[in-house]
């Protein structure tokens, strides 16, 4: 991943997309409130990475149970956004918008937790393509508040159909 945080050089650029709004998200994703952790993207190079962003106000229900009186966005959230963010890329990237083809979690590895995420922040969610197969794609993301590491995991996700 690049680590200018900025935008790609012109070789990258080429079919680049964004910025998306929310609703360009919800159109890749079938994640709704209180599940949607993607609230824009910032760029998408198809085949390549994704940054966006997930916007972290203390009205997540979350805060009321983590923690009361400090309120810290679980790990295991700051993870999942970066899943929804590779799910935004790989449906982007394999045309399969409005496919009612859905990305499936399979593995989580190397999920390291730096500093704590805080309501009033901007997550940024950068997230690469390691490997795409027909229906297996790894992926390695980070997730930083102002530039800071707050989280980073390799993961696999399964292209698969909505079940029945």
Same mark, same amino acid.
């Given at each position: ?20 709004? &929310? #609703? /360009?998200?919800?159109? *890749? ?22 940054? *966006?962003? #997930? ?7 979350? @805060? ?14 700051? %993870? ?22 859905? &990305?499936?979690?399979? *593995? ?8 704590? %995420? ?5 997550? /940024?969610?950068? &997230?690469?393509? %390691? ?7 790894? @992926? ?9 590491? *707050? ?14």
């Amino acid at each position: 991943m690049s680590d200018s945080g900025g935008t790609a050089d012109p070789e990258q650029v080429r079919g680049a997309l964004g910025p998306l709004d &929310v #609703k /360009r998200v919800m159109a *890749a994703l079938p994640h709704r409130y209180p599940m949607l952790l993607v609230d824009r993207v910032e760029e998408l190079i198809p085949d390549r990475r994704i940054a *966006a962003i #997930k916007a972290v106000t203390i009205n997540e229900d979350f @805060f009321n149970g983590h923690f009361p009186g400090r309120p810290i966005m679980p790990g295991v959230l700051i %993870v999942e956004a970066l899943a929804q963010a590779a799910g935004v890329l790989a449906v982007e990237s394999l045309g399969l918008a409005g496919s009612g083809k859905l &990305v499936y979690f399979m *593995a989580i590895d190397e999920a390291k937790f730096r500093v704590p %995420v805080e309501p009033g922040v901007l997550l /940024r969610l950068d &997230v690469e393509f %390691v490997q795409r197969r027909s229906k297996v794609c790894k @992926f390695a993301g980070r997730a930083t508040v102002d530039g800071k590491l *707050a989280a980073e995991a390799n993961f696999t996700a399964m292209i698969a159909d909505a079940p029945a």
